[in-house]
Nanobody
């Protein structure tokens, strides 16, 4: 059974930093693209960041460019999301996503991913 297990969520002050980590089990995603998405209460899931299988290419939502960094360690089969300058009064569940089909591209569309984590909640206080 494939599982994506995220860690690192919680409460953080505005303008603070937080790192989320995703560790798949039951399947290696070391040669597959991966991504992070988030969903706030009452809103649809939105793309945050994605990374190619090699880690050489990344993509970010305009709202997080310059503040968030996605990275991966294929030897450890993990993907991290470093978040800086978090805006106040924002709560969202951040989910890690993995694609089962190999591609060299960076994948930003949620429909292209096959596996999803439950997601830790990130709450930014003012």
């Amino acid at each position: 059974q494939v599982r994506l297990v995220e860690s690192g969520g919680g409460l953080v002050q505005a303008a603070g930093t937080l790192r989320l980590s995703c560790a798949p089990s039951g399947h290696t995603f070391s040669r597959r693209p991966m991504g992070w998405f988030r969903q706030s209460p009452g809103k649809e899931r939105e793309f945050v960041a994605a990374i190619s299988w090699s880690g050489g290419r990344t993509a970010y939502a305009d709202s997080v460019k310059g503040r968030f960094t996605i990275s991966r360690d294929n030897a450890k089969n993990t993907v991290d999301l470093h978040m800086n300058s978090l805006p106040p009064d924002v709560t969202a569940v951040y989910s890690c996503a993995g694609r089962s089909v190999r591609t060299i591209a960076v994948v930003t569309a949620p429909r292209e991913y096959d596996y999803w984590g439950q997601g830790p909640q990130v709450t930014v206080s003012s």
